[in-house]
């Protein structure tokens, strides 16, 4: 999903899906939920557009696709980026050399689509994902909000941008 031609670079979100996630909606529905990634996207899309914002989506479950769209960033006029990263989270420190060599702000977001399920807080889940090799550098860290995760990230985002930006 690409931003309409009539935002402005400036004021553009990224949206950046890990490894996975595009299976939501139909990897395993009692602990993700039923909402896709098609879905997220297009809840973004418009609310992106309802704040003024251009806003573009990416997804792939390789880490240098994700590492050269976040290089891309620098130079397409990206505001901020919103990441669920994943299990790349917990295991790449080539993401977060990524995310560090950018000059562009990011939130960091881990969610399931099932509001009932605790497997949507990394810290309820598997010791080995209660690290995270991005959040010490992200702007902010939303956990366990299922799918208003992105929500929340997006309205944070527009907020700063609103104000002058991140400090």
């Given amino acids: 999903m690409t931003s309409e031609a009539t935002k402005t670079k400036e004021q553009s979100i990224l949206l950046i899906h890990g490894p996975n996630l595009n299976l939501l909606g139909t990897r395993e529905p009692e602990k993700y939920g039923k909402e ?36 891309a960033a620098r130079a397409d006029g990206t505001a ?11 295991t790449s420190v080539a993401l977060r050399d990524a995310l560090s060599s950018v000059p562009v702000p990011f939130i960091e977001v881990h969610v399931s689509l099932d509001f009932t399920s605790t497997i949507s807080n990394v810290h309820a889940r598997e010791l080995f994902r209660h690290h995270s090799y991005l959040s010490d550098i992200a702007k902010g860290v939303i956990v366990g909000l299922g799918s208003f995760g992105y929500t929340a990230a997006i309205s944070f985002i527009a907020n700063k941008l609103a104000s002058g930006g991140f400090a």
Wanted: glycine share 8%.
């Fill in 36 to 71: 896709t990634m098609s879905d997220i996207e297009q809840k973004a899309q418009k609310q992106c557009s309802e704040l003024g914002l251009g806003f573009d989506a990416f997804q792939s479950n390789h880490e240098g696709a994700l590492i050269d769209r976040i290089h």
């Fill in 80 to 90: 901020a980026i919103v990441i669920n990263a994943g299990a790349y989270t917990h």
